[in-house]
């Protein structure tokens, strides 16, 4: 039939081809990044069985396989051994061949021993879904054809391009590329949108990449992971239980002295301090220097711009000529991108106490509220106030 079974108007198939291709990607944000790449929750086994299967359907992949490949991804991340990086391969390599490198990543054996322990591995697996992964792909083939007719074809194609386009294309192309940060990592992670509907929560890249064990992707107020949307109701049915979320951070504005758990709350989530410090430090001196420097000086300090904030940019020759040439046109700019690396330094040291770091802390704060630098005075001031609350799902749905 031309129509398939169930003869849908030309609008009944959009839709369908939607709902299904989303099916899909809350299968791989929720099933294979959250809960077995990075165990940020745990899955009822039937509904953890449900997206292995639907996954064994509409892409053929390997949970053991992908799962490797995203943890080497974090492991290597923007180096020679990242499997997927626009800085490595070029953004138009990954956006558009990024299922090319994925597959040449399955293939390593290598990878996959190191990096893919505790996927699944039971008979199911050996001998079904990894065995035959085209048998799946044909099976869905086959049963769009029946349902859909003709339109069954478009349907099912469109489903075997939703995955390797939009997760190894897009998100790894993109989403270390272009977009926004909320978090100083020292990768190229960004968010592409603050909206994560069409990638299922995927789209907020820059803050997995900071906190990647929760199992929440938003982070502010205004984003939305629908991804964690479901995750929650199916909490609320006993279908999933959250193990581990990103600390909702607090500054306590009347805390007059940096304590143990000041410093806990730094060292925890110093993504976040670089990016505050940023926000709030370097930017507003360096808005100042280019009010008042003369026009051949301005293009200098634009160009030192991302030098002076972004932390996943590695300097070379060029890029450290262009730093210490804008540095050298004013003191208050050279202050403060001292005190951020001066900043740095409380973790740079692992055998350091968290007694000495405190101390650390408090001397850095001193220093900094004696430069006479009103933005600087004024991070002093919110430093000591820094708090986070624990790692525990919080009782709401969604955004921070």
Not at 12 to 25: K, W
Not at 175 to 202: C, K, M, V, W
Not at 223 to 251: H, N, Q
Not at 282 to 297: D, F, G, H, N
Request: some cysteine.
């Amino acid at each position: 039939m031309i129509d398939g079974l169930l003869n849908l108007p030309w609008w009944g198939l959009i839709a369908v081809t939607l709902g299904l291709t989303h099916v899909t990607i809350a299968s791989v944000t929720i099933f294979l990044h959250r809960h077995q790449a990075h165990r940020a929750l745990d899955l009822h086994p039937v509904v953890s069985h449900f997206f292995r299967l639907w996954l064994w359907f509409t892409t053929g992949m390997g949970t053991k396989a992908w799962v490797a490949i995203h943890r080497k991804h974090h492991a290597k991340c923007e180096t020679s051994e990242d499997p997927h990086s626009p800085r490595v391969f070029g953004i138009s390599k990954v956006l558009w061949q990024g299922a090319e490198l994925y597959r040449t990543e399955a293939a390593s054996a290598e990878t996959l021993d190191q990096y893919g322990y505790g996927t699944p591995d039971d008979w199911l697996e050996r001998r079904i879904y990894a065995a035959y992964p085209a048998l799946g792909i044909a099976l869905m083939f086959i049963a769009d054809v029946a349902l859909f007719g003709f339109f069954g074809i478009t349907i099912w194609a469109v489903q075997m391009i939703w995955i390797p386009f939009w997760a190894a294309g897009v998100v790894n192309g993109l989403g270390h590329h272009s977009g926004y940060r909320n978090f100083e990592t020292r990768d190229a992670s960004t968010n592409l949108f603050p909206i994560g509907l069409l990638i299922g929560g995927e789209e907020l890249h820059n803050n997995h990449h900071a906190y990647p064990s929760s199992a929440r992707l938003s982070s502010c107020w205004w984003e939305f992971d629908i991804g964690w949307f479901y995750i929650r109701l199916m909490e609320l049915l006993r279908l999933a239980r959250v193990r581990r979320v990103a600390p909702k951070i607090r500054i306590l504005r009347d805390k007059q002295l940096i304590d143990l758990a000041t410093i806990q709350a730094v060292m925890r989530n110093r993504v976040h301090v670089l990016a505050l410090y940023g926000r709030s430090v370097v930017l507003p001196v360096l808005r100042q220097e280019l009010k008042t420097s003369l026009p051949a000086s301005r293009r200098l300090l634009r160009d030192a711009k991302p030098f002076l904030v972004r932390e996943d940019i590695q300097l070379d020759e060029a890029a450290t000529c262009t730093l210490n040439r804008a540095l050298n046109l004013s003191q208050t700019l050279q202050t403060v991108y001292r005190f951020k690396e001066e900043l740095k330094q409380l973790w740079a040291n692992s055998s350091v106490s968290y007694e000495t770091r405190m101390q650390s802390l408090r001397e850095w704060c001193q220093r900094a509220k004696e430069t006479g630098i009103q933005s600087l005075h004024d991070f002093a001031d919110l430093l000591r106030g820094y708090t986070a609350t624990n790692c525990l799902a919080p009782n709401y749905l969604s955004g921070a």
